[in-house]
């Protein structure tokens, strides 16, 4: 699943969480920002991480709503 296009980015860890959030989007259809807040761990700490989970998020055509 997402694994394969974040391998060398995140831990297998942070690679599960954003597992969870691809499922979450799929399911509602987007994602909000707060769900994401919910779900990244906070060893998501780095602005540059953060930034590829919501750039994989956005090239993978899932809506992130305010």
Known sequence: MTNINLK???SPQHQQKV???VSLA???GFV???EINEVLPMSFDSA???DQVLIFLSGMD???LN
């Open 32 to 34: 909000t920002y707060e």
């Open 48 to 50: 540059d991480q953060i």
């Open 8 to 10: 060398n980015t995140f």
């Open 19 to 21: 597992d969870e959030l």
């Open 26 to 28: 799929k399911e509602q």
């Open 62 to 64: 899932i809506n992130i």
